[in-house]
């Protein structure tokens, strides 16, 4: 991951936000004194309960929760006291994360004992010693959910699980900068990234109820286990046989300034603005699906005129003869009438033309959009909703700072240049791209990803169901981000990634037939 091209890449996507919403983070002091008494919170379901292409259910039938964007965060500065969203409890066995674009939590990796990367204890560590959430709506430094980690007893807290989200009040008070390194050593200190974890007690259990500062919260707890666990728990480097660092405990501020810090730093989602941001979204991937319709029929319109004229396709021939030796294929030419064929052809005649119409256009809203907003109902319409897998999947490549070299026929690093500035411009690049190379590129995407994957690299997998032990058991049907980094186990190796990384059975449908 390119740290230079991360950190302009949240900026662009925090102005797009903007954009799409004309509103600016505010104030919190709105929310009164009230919100201090407030407890335990079961959502009701909003985010999802949109038009049945968008929509997603639960496997009983009901609109699933959004467990960031349905709950409210209620964050009250006198009282230090704010709502958060359990993911994984002290003591767990496994460690869970929560993916925005479902709004589904998943398992994130399997807890065992290891040794610490840094040296700097021989304490063995293996399960959290704290309990660890989100706060709702608010984003932090780096665009992903604010990160809190509670101290007190499992049996104070809310009846959470992964397949049915509460919210529970606690209270703040500090927080510590986590920091992170893609490849270590990072020797400069701009190299490691950073973000504000926000340090919370369970005021409802008397050991913590008095505790209102971390100073307090050192006295109470192990604070050597708390360290060890932060910069091991959440995985390492791992090289061949080697091992190295990927996270650090930097820095510690007080329950005040950490409030202050992440509500100035992050960006808190208000109900208009996030209303706006879905509603505008769904109309981007509309636009984009009636493209495809309209590619789809004119494309129809050509191999109909074709047929008619008695023209034989040497390549749809051999794809043809191919189709009748394996499957059983029915599909008939669609036949049109002659007004039909008169009329000038509405929307994009080629792939090519679709695809960078609406990169130039709008690539960088549907990154954004695709960040927080769902693309599609896999189980409404499953040929549009593989089609923005794979295009989320091209997508996705490049915010990991990879391009389609279409003369090379290959996927390459588009690393940074001596100015700061990319090797490729991603919108010159794709002008001497024929369609069927843009296609190719969408039909390899899958393949690099899974390459990333396996060599433990930042990639993305796709989740249908978190399935296995301590799995969520929820349907996401997204992809899901991964740092690559894994938990190294002491006495035995688990590869704790999926086990499935795309479903076999689906493949990218060509427009045009391949080397047109």
């Not at 960031?68 to 230090?80: G, K, W």
């Not at 060890?228 to 480097?237: D, S």
């Not at 993305?460 to 981000?481: A, E, I, P």
């Amino acid at each position: 991951m390119d740290y230079l091209g991360k950190y302009c890449q949240l900026k662009t996507i925090f102005n797009v936000l903007k954009l799409l919403t004309l509103l600016h983070l505010g104030s919190c002091s709105h929310f009164g004194n009230r919100s201090s008494e407030i407890r335990t919170v079961e959502p009701i379901p909003q985010w999802l309960k949109v038009a049945p292409r968008f929509a997603h259910r639960s496997e009983e039938g009901y609109y699933a929760t959004h467990a960031f964007f349905d709950f409210i965060p209620l964050p009250d500065l006198n009282s230090s006291k704010i709502n958060f969203v359990l993911l994984t409890p002290e003591g767990s066995r496994y460690g869970y994360d929560i993916n925005l674009h479902s709004g589904q939590i998943y398992k994130r990796h399997k807890y065992c004992p290891q040794t610490d990367t840094w040296k700097s204890t021989s304490t063995e560590i293996n399960l959290p010693p704290y309990s660890e959430g989100f706060v709702p709506r608010i984003l932090d430094q780096l665009g992903d959910p604010l990160k809190i980690i509670v101290y007190g007893e499992n049996e104070y807290l809310s009846k959470s699980n992964p397949r049915r989200p509460l919210s529970q009040r606690v209270r703040v008070v500090g927080g510590v900068i986590q920091q992170y390194c893609e490849n270590f050593p990072c020797s400069k200190r701009s190299k490691w990234l950073s973000r504000l974890v926000l340090v919370a007690v369970n005021h409802l259990d008397s050991t913590f109820k008095d505790v209102t500062t971390i100073k307090q919260l050192k006295s109470k707890i192990n604070w050597g286990e708390f360290k060890a666990f932060i910069e091991n728990g959440y995985g390492r480097l791992e090289r061949g046989k080697e091992e190295y660092p990927a996270f650090r405990l930097f820095g510690v501020i007080d329950d005040k300034a950490a409030f202050k810090y992440a509500l100035k730093k992050g960006h808190l989602f208000k109900f208009d603005e996030m209303k706006k941001l879905r509603n505008g979204c769904h109309r981007l991937y509309d636009h984009l699906w009636k493209q495809v319709t309209d590619l789809k029929l004119n494309l129809s319109k050509k191999e109909f005129l074709r047929s008619r004229s008695g023209i034989v396709d040497t390549n749809s021939l051999i794809v043809d003869l191919k189709k009748s030796i394996f499957i059983k294929d029915e599909k008939k030419i669609k036949k049109f009438t002659d007004e039909e064929l008169e009329a000038s052809p509405k929307g994009p005649i080629t792939f090519k033309q679709l695809f960078n119409d609406f990169y130039n256009q709008y690539g960088q809203r549907f990154k954004t959009c695709n960040e927080f907003v769902r693309t599609s109902n896999a189980l409404k319409n499953k040929t549009r909703h593989w089609f923005f897998t794979y295009m989320e999947a091209f997508m996705n490549l490049e915010e990991l700072g990879y391009i389609y070299h279409c003369s090379k026929r290959v996927w390459i690093r588009n690393s940074f240049a001596a100015n700061g500035k990319r090797q490729y411009d991603k919108k010159e690049i794709k002008k001497s791209c024929s369609s069927t190379d843009l296609e190719t590129s969408f039909d390899t995407a899958i393949t690099l990803l899974y390459s990333l994957k396996k060599g433990n690299y930042p990639h993305y997998f796709y989740s249908m169901y978190d399935q296995g032990h301590g799995g969520s058991h929820n349907r996401l049907f997204s992809w899901v981000k991964s740092n690559g980094k894994n938990i190294s186990c002491k006495l035995k190796k688990v590869d704790y990634r999926n086990e499935v990384f795309f479903p076999l059975d689906i493949n990218w449908k060509y427009f045009h037939q391949r080397g047109l």
